[in-house]
């Protein structure tokens, strides 16, 4: 039985889908949104996003705002607005976390966290789990006296050049196999890449993929070529014998005039 993930890529699009659900539906008035963050990161490359907290004060008119990130080399800055206009800026917020408290008083309805860094090496590389690559984006809370509850995470799922050509290689040696009917021999040497690849020899999973994506290429083509040919039989078996009944037929007719 084999013990791969057919396609990485519907499994990467359900990880980056579940980790937009994850902080939907908590007990909050308060609505989160970022601006564009990223879903994917190549590693040592830096991302930013806004992240707007709307009605920022139904529920309490003063709380304390938190973030945090797994990024590197980060700076924040956090606002206050009302109806529109800046009342409050904090800035030179450093360091992978912020704790901030904030009010109403005297005027806002609005807050919104800017978060700049670098995104860094990946976690774990996984090809059958891509969630375990990715890292927290920003992950906001908010605190009012001892309870604390998450308002919103995301996460990007990180990468290096040569672990998506790896794994957009093995991706491309699944699809191979499975067009094929799974022949003999490849199902080894994928899992053979999938283990190079999470253990971070990219090189080695690539060649392995790239060998198992022919292999299964040439057994499909054999398999057709052998089923071209079994048809060609067949054709020939029957015209044939058509031709031999025709003869059989004409020589009866002869017979009886």
């Known amino acids: 039985m084999m013990n791969w993930i057919r396609s990485s890529r519907g499994t990467i699009a359900v990880a980056l889908f579940v980790v937009l659900l994850g902080a ?3 007990a909050t008035a308060l609505t989160v949104t970022a601006d564009d963050p990223a879903r994917e990161a190549q590693a040592g490359t830096e991302i ?10 139904t529920e309490n008119s003063q709380w304390t705002v938190g973030a945090e990130t797994e990024l590197r080399n980060v700076s924040w800055q956090l606002e ?13 917020l450093g360091g992978q976390s912020i704790s901030q408290d904030v009010s109403s008083d005297p005027s806002g309805d609005e ?10 090496a990946v976690p774990e590389y996984n090809y059958s789990n891509p969630s375990a690559e990715n890292v927290t984006f920003v992950e906001v809370t908010s605190t009012s006296g001892d309870n604390t509850q998450t308002l919103e995470t995301y996460s990007v799922h990180v990468y290096t050049n040569q672990s998506k050509s790896a794994r957009e290689a093995i991706d491309a040696a699944v699809a191979a196999s499975d067009s094929a009917g ?13 283990s190079s690849y999470n253990s971070g ?7 392995l993929a790239n060998e198992a994506e022919q292999k299964a290429t040439s057994s499909q083509q ?24 025709w003869r059989n037929q004409q020589d009866d007719y002869d017979k009886l005039r």
Do not use: H, K
């Not at 020899?201 to 060649?207: L, V, Y």
């Open 201 to 207: 020899n990219f090189e080695n999973a690539i060649d």
């Open 80 to 92: 206050e607005y009302d109806q529109g206009s800046r009342v409050e800026q904090w800035s030179d």
């Open 48 to 57: 930013n996003t806004t992240i707007t907290v709307d009605d920022a004060f």
């Open 111 to 120: 807050l919104r966290i800017q978060i700049r860094g670098e995104v860094p």
């Open 182 to 194: 799974n022949p003999d021999g490849v199902e080894s040497t994928i899992d053979n890449a999938i």
């Open 222 to 245: 054999t398999s057709q070529l052998m089923l071209f040919g079994a048809v060609a039989i067949v054709a020939i078996a029957l015209i044939g014998g058509g031709v031999w009944y």
């Open 24 to 26: 939907i539906g908590t």
